[in-house]
C-alpha cells in the first residue's frame, strides 16, 4: 500500500529533514505553507501531514495550533523531535565576507534563533522573511547577488548552496517539535523506537473568574498528572477569552483522564483531545 506524507516545504526544510529521518521510503510532497499541508490531509489528497510546533528557543509555531483549533481538527498521531542547526548559507560563487551581505532570508522562527548572530555580524543587512528555510536557500541559489540564507545542511544541498558559517544559532540546545496529523493511525509507521507517551486537551473555559486556572491545574495535580506545557492562545471571539493547550506525559487511560475531563466539565469548561500518541526523539 502506498502512503503518502506531506511537509512544510519546499525540499531543504526542517521539517523535510524531519520526515526523512522518521519516515521510510514513501511518497513525500513539500507544501508551500502550514495550512497547505493541513488542509491537503483533511481533504484526503496525502495520508500524512507532518508540520512544526514548537522550537526550543522560539517557542510555539501558533500558525499551526491556530489552524489545528479554528480551522481543520486533526488527530495528533504522533510527535518527532530533532535538533536544529542553523546555518550561513550563500551562493557557490559568492567570494565576499560577511560584512558585504547585504539580505538574509529564512522563516522568521529561524531569524528569531540566530537574532544575536544576525545583530553582532550582520547588522547592516536587511531582513527578508519567507514561508520556509528551504524556500530561503532556494532564493539565494537563483540569485548571484551578496545575499545569505539560514539553513540547515540538507538545504544547502538540494540547493547547492556554500556553508558561509555552521551553528549561528544563539543557543546549543535547539530543538524543534513536530507533529504527524492523519486520519488513520494505522498509516502512521515510524522507523525507531518511541522514547515518551503524550496526552495534548484543548480546554476553553466558561468564563474569566477567579481562580478558574487554578481549578484547572488543580484536576491534574491532586491526580498526580504531570504536565510538560500548558499555553493560552486567544479564542479569536474577543479580548479577554482565551483556550489553553495542556500536554500530558502519559498515555490516555480509562480512569485519570474521564476524571479529569468530568471535573472540568462540572466547572462549566469544555475538554477537547487533540491526540494521545508516541513522542520520538531522533538524531540527525
Known amino acids: 500500500m502506498s502512503i503518502s506524507i506531506g511537509y512544510l516545504g519546499p525540499k531543504g526544510t526542517f521539517t523535510k529533514l524531519a520526515v ?26 496525502i495520508d500524512i501531514g507532518v508540520v512544526p510546533l514548537e522550537n526550543a528557543i522560539e517557542g510555539t509555531v501558533q500558525l499551526t495550533v491556530d489552524y489545528l483549533v479554528h480551522q481543520v481538527r486533526l488527530p495528533i498521531m504522533a510527535e518527532i523531535v530533532v535538533p536544529i542547526e542553523q546555518h550561513l548559507l550563500v551562493h557557490p560563487e559568492f567570494s565576499g565576507s560577511v560584512d558585504d ?20 555580524q550582520i547588522p547592516n543587512g536587511k ?11 532556494e532564493i539565494v541559489s537563483e540569485q548571484f547577488k551578496p545575499i545569505a540564507a539560514i ?14 558559517q555552521e551553528n549561528i544559532h544563539d543557543y546549543p540546545n535547539n530543538h524543534t517539535r513536530f507533529i504527524v496529523l492523519s486520519k488513520q493511525k494505522e498509516l502512521v509507521h515510524i522507523k525507531h523506537e518511541a522514547t515518551a507517551e503524550k496526552t495534548s ?8 473568574f477567579a481562580g478558574a486556572l487554578h481549578q484547572v491545574l488543580a484536576a491534574f495535580a491532586w491526580r498526580k498528572m504531570n504536565l510538560s506545557k500548558i499555553e493560552s492562545r486567544p479564542m479569536k471571539t474577543g479580548l479577554g477569552n482565551y483556550f ?32 494521545t500518541y508516541p513522542v520520538y526523539q531522533l538524531n540527525v
Request: aromatic share 10%; charged share 20%.
Open 151 to 164: 539553513g540547515n545542511k540538507l538545504a544547502a544541498k538540494e540547493y547547492g548552496l556554500r556553508i558561509f
Open 201 to 208: 486537551l484543548l480546554i476553553t473555559l466558561p468564563s474569566d
Open 127 to 137: 531582513i527578508e522573511y519567507t514561508s520556509s528555510t528551504g524556500k530561503a536557500a
Open 20 to 45: 526523512d529521518i522518521a519516515f521510510n521510503g514513501e511518497y513525500k510532497e513539500g507544501f508551500a505553507t502550514i495550512p497547505e499541508c493541513i488542509d491537503a490531509v483533511e481533504e484526503d489528497t
Open 101 to 120: 551581505i547585504t539580505e538574509i532570508h529564512s522563516h522568521s522562527h529561524a531569524i528569531a534563533q540566530c537574532h544575536q548572530y544576525i545583530h553582532q
Open 244 to 275: 489553553f493547550i495542556v500536554d500530558v506525559n502519559q498515555q490516555y487511560d480509562d480512569v485519570l483522564f474521564p476524571g479529569v475531563k468530568a471535573e472540568l466539565e462540572a466547572l462549566g469548561c469544555k475538554v477537547t483531545i487533540l491526540g
